[in-house]
């Protein structure tokens, strides 16, 4: 049975070119025998589609393009539109139900890659895969990136790294946090040098040191487990606790 590096290579898609294809296996390998709904975005040429269509060979595979196109490939099925309408996304959503993998390789502008996820994780199930393609652009201003303002919080990049809060929810001390919607929900996030792999999970695990989002009801709760291992722990905690008691 051939790899998906062979498989790649048979059909020329650009993955192989961009050296993402290593990454991938190492993600899909243990999924590739399973019954999947694998949507991609941006289908250019079906090189792609033509590829994970073979590689999972029990799977449903969709693709979705702002140019309508039609291939003649196994179990794969093209719709025609733009990835931030919403009604295309629920188009797709209804025929399949849900989806397990999903790769955004569309558009790459910044706001677009932000919109699909921001609809689509939602849709996807748990265990499942949303990755993103060509993280460049997110330095780069024609698709709305930034290589100046690396902070810029509009850009993808930034976009990623706040799904890492989402993960660590439980351990932000701060008890006027505002619970977001993706709390919970992610179990990593890794990320290579242009491509980002998110995977849903459930991840509510208490934090072993905040407690409703406060670091000193987590002390007051675990003081018991607490020691002092410096003076320079000693002032942090004094400083803190003078805090709390002043507001």
Known sequence: ????????????????????????????????????????????????LRM?????????????????????????EIFCGDQSDQNILNKIIKK?????????????KNNDIKNSFNFLFPKLNFGGLYIIEDLQTSYIPNWGGDGV???NEETIMNFIRSLADRMHYQDID????????????IEYVHIYRNIAFIKKGKNFYQSNLCYKNS?????????????????????????YFIKHILE
């Open 1 to 48: 049975m051939k790899n998906l590096k062979q498989i790649a290579k048979k059909y020329k898609t650009t993955k192989k070119m961009m050296g993402y294809i290593n990454i991938y296996e190492k993600y899909l390998y243990e999924l590739k025998n399973k019954k999947l709904n694998i949507l991609e975005i941006g289908v250019e040429s079906g090189e792609s």
């Open 52 to 76: 994970f269509s073979e590689y999972f060979k029990k799977s449903n595979i969709i693709g979705l393009d702002i140019i309508d196109k039609n291939y003649n490939i196994k179990r794969t």
């Open 96 to 108: 399949y139900k849900s989806l397990d993998i999903v790769v955004d390789d569309g558009s790459h």
């Open 149 to 151: 303002n690396l902070n």
């Open 174 to 185: 701060n008890p006027f946090y505002r619970k977001h919607k993706f709390d919970g929900l």
């Open 215 to 239: 670091w000193y009801l987590g002390l007051k709760k675990n003081r018991n487990n607490f020691n002092f291992r410096s003076l320079r722990d000693l002032k942090y905690y004094m400083k």
